[in-house]
């Protein structure tokens, strides 16, 4: 094989295992009903926390809040699954 191929191989996977390394340390938010739920995830879609503001919590009306919860989470995964795309995309 072609020596100057296989390092540039090796330096490509170098690249993108610092690129999956980075996606680790960052974070994302992901909110629902106009902030009163949040829901932070790493860019390697570990959640981190989950922020409900007591205005979210009726408990006549248990369904919103687990709708709003919902939410959050698909929203905070979509963010995390754009920024791993940018990140892993540009390599």
Not at 72 to 80: L, M, N, Q
């Amino acid at each position: 094989m072609n020596k100057q191929l296989l390092r540039q191989a090796q330096e490509l996977q170098a690249r993108l295992a610092k690129a999956q390394e980075e996606l680790g340390n960052v974070t994302v938010e992901g909110t629902a009903g106009g902030g009163m739920v949040k829901v932070v995830m790493t860019g390697h879609q570990a959640v981190q926390s989950v922020k409900i503001s007591p205005e979210a919590v009726d408990p006549q009306d248990v369904g919103l809040l687990e709708d709003m919860v919902l939410a959050a989470f698909s929203d905070a995964s979509k963010k995390a699954q754009d920024l791993a795309q940018k990140r892993l995309g540009a390599i």
